[in-house]
């Protein structure tokens, strides 16, 4: 099973060039995005190293998308395929290297679309 500090010198580069801040939480690292509330995690786990897209705080920023964007659903289905993207190219870069690797996107992306859909419905 993989270190926090082996699997940082594979998504440090990644982060760095996309602007987006890189925490290390013990044996886990978070990829957060520099403007929205989502992040890919990175954790060891049994069977090697699970890439993770999550979020904190998602209702709120949601709502607030809503209120101030013209085309909430085109901006958060944007950012949504950025995220993926970016968890997608840290997933590439630790299999490329041998690492077993497993990427969960999808579980994130429907809760935001879900949670689209009831703020638009308010």
Partial sequence: MPKAEELRSFVE??????????????????VKHPDAPFYIEVRPVSSGVL?????????????????TEDDPRAFMEDLLDEISMVAHEVY??????GVNAKLDARTAVMDAL???EEAEEE
């Fill in 114 to 116: 879900e949670e689209l």
């Fill in 13 to 30: 580069p990644i982060a760095r060039r996309r602007g987006y801040a890189l925490r290390v939480e013990g044996e886990i690292l978070k």
């Fill in 92 to 97: 590439k870069s630790l299999r490329s290297a």
């Fill in 51 to 67: 890439v993770k897209v999550g979020y904190e705080g998602l209702r709120d920023y949601v709502r607030d998308l809503v209120d």
